[in-house]
């Protein structure tokens, strides 16, 4: 069974983590939100979620590494040194790594894409330093993917699916959310 590990800070965008979650959990994903913080963390909306661990008692590879977006989530998680060493690793052990809306630029910030294609919020391109900007919903560059906000979390979601199922598997899940 493949496994996902979602970061969360204060200030995470709602419908990035929680669309890109149940899409993978529907799909049989095994997904870990772990969190800057101890106890419940609150969204740029106000929606309060309870993390399944915090990030630093986080040991173990996952398949993928998952940032979502929002502010100041975004700001907080590019702020941490744990979360760029994650990212980091998570490069160079070829994982995927995945980051939607404003997090492509924490990506930046680890230094993981210099010279590869991504996308990002509009108006948050030169956040991308030295990356190759593309204003598509999604751009897959190798084990880097990246998406421009809320409204692309569901195709996303589906997208990162495909990737730690297969084709089937996400045709399934899609076909039952009524996604066109």
Known sequence: MAKALVLMAEGFEEIELTTIVDILRRGGVAVTIAGLKDG????????????????????????IIILPGGTPGYINLGNDRHVLDLVKKYNIEGKIVAAICAAPSVLAKAGILAGRQATVFRGMEDELDDAKYVDKTVVEDGNIMTSQGPGTAMEFGLLILKRLTDERKAAEIKEKLMFR
């Open 40 to 63: 419940i963390i609150t969204g740029a909306r106000g929606i309060k979620i309870q993390p399944d661990a915090r990030i630093d008692s986080i040991m173990e590879m996952y398949d």
